[in-house]
């Protein structure tokens, strides 16, 4: 199959996203087997503006679009967050490619306001759109037209290398990164909160404090430095609702602390990541881990195990192509794959 991932790659920024999880599919469904072409609306509409034509930049983003599908002729188009395509512009493609499918990728939360019109949008041209929230309250953006699935934070053994559950000399207990604490303060609170009821650990918390967010290698690096990590999510309530820092952090090998209330627990166990149930649970299983380095290291290892082995970039991949052309699932998927509309 012919696949095109429309999508920000993010290039005026080099490497720095490197794990960014549209190349984490792009490989998934190359060694899949499939012939992939990445496509970085944002990128080509960024270098047309710069050269002070204003809205030429997106209009150049289209074009070249339709132009790559006439050459290319793709089987599927994933969309992710591929903010400058316009809508026409995909109706013109599937003009001249009736069998082509388009598959929606959406990362960021439901309950965020500007994602419902995000996901109605495309939802008039998609045929289905993937989202990193699973349950009901998906349904709604369903159509007699447009399906809805979950879709887990894939992870990459290529990109996530580390196995942090190896090492013992770390000089960061607990790692937290978020972009910034304006947006969720009380995400923040609940990191100076933490450090207050268990001040004897050594923390990494950035994007609070004047401490900004990492990026790149940096990001890595700091993984690379800590034992534990906190999957702080800006709701814990949504169903299996993560960003994807859990890849990142399970991915990498550290023993991550996640909500009880996100439904993980469905998945993976007690054995395999550090569940907690609010303020005063995950102190308390904090103070454990820090007494108890050899249990960190063995339930660690066994998380990074699981999720590598459940939900890496070739089965996440799998799931979108054959949930995309309604094909019969090869394999019991460790998510729930129930498929709203159509």
Avoid at 27 to 42: L, P, W
Avoid at 75 to 83: E, F, Q, R, T
Avoid at 160 to 185: W, Y
Avoid at 237 to 252: I, K, P
Wanted: glycine share 8%; aromatic share 12%; with cysteine.
């Amino acid at each position: 199959m012919k696949i095109v991932i429309v999508g920000n790659y993010n290039e005026k920024k080099a490497g720095a996203n490197f794990y960014a999880t549209v190349r984490k599919l792009g490989n998934g469904f190359t060694r899949n087997g499939h012939a992939v072409i990445a496509y970085s609306d944002r990128d080509v509409a960024r270098t047309e503006s710069a050269w002070g034509f204003g809205r030429a930049g997106p209009r150049k983003a289209n074009r070249q679009l339709v132009d790559l599908a006439r050459d290319f002729q793709p089987d599927l188009i994933v969309m992710m967050h591929a903010d400058q395509i316009a809508n026409d512009t995909l109706r013109e493609i599937k003009g001249f490619l009736p069998e082509l499918k388009i598959a929606g990728i959406n990362l960021d939360p439901v309950f965020l306001s500007e994602n419902p019109p995000r996901i109605r949008k495309l939802a008039d041209v998609a045929d289905i759109t993937f989202i990193t929230t699973a349950g009901e309250t998906i349904s709604q953006f369903a159509t007699p037209t447009h399906r809805m699935a979950f879709m887990p934070n894939p992870t990459d053994r290529s990109v996530e290398r580390l196995e942090c559950f190896a090492e013992t000399n770390q000089s960061v207990d607990l790692l937290c990164s978020i972009g910034s604490e304006k947006g969720t303060p009380w995400r923040a609170d609940a990191m100076r909160a933490l450090k207050a009821a268990v001040p004897e650990a050594r923390y990494g918390f950035y994007g609070i404090d004047g401490k900004g967010p990492v990026f790149g290698a940096r990001y890595f690096e700091a993984i690379a430095d800590a034992r534990m990590g906190l999957n702080l999510n800006r709701s814990d309530e949504d169903y299996l609702y993560s960003s994807d820092r859990l890849a990142q952090f399970a991915g990498n090998g550290l023993l991550v602390f996640v909500a009880r209330s996100s439904g993980y627990g469905n998945i993976f166990s007690d054995d395999e990541f550090a569940f907690y149930d609010g303020a005063d649970d995950l102190a308390q299983r904090l103070r454990h881990y820090l007494a108890h380095d050899d249990e960190r290291r063995a339930v660690a290892e066994k998380g990074h195990a699981k999720y590598h082995a459940l939900f890496n970039e070739r089965i996440v991949a799998r799931f979108i192509a054959e949930a995309t052309f309604r094909r019969h699932v090869e394999r019991d998927y460790a998510w729930p794959t129930t498929i709203y509309g159509g």
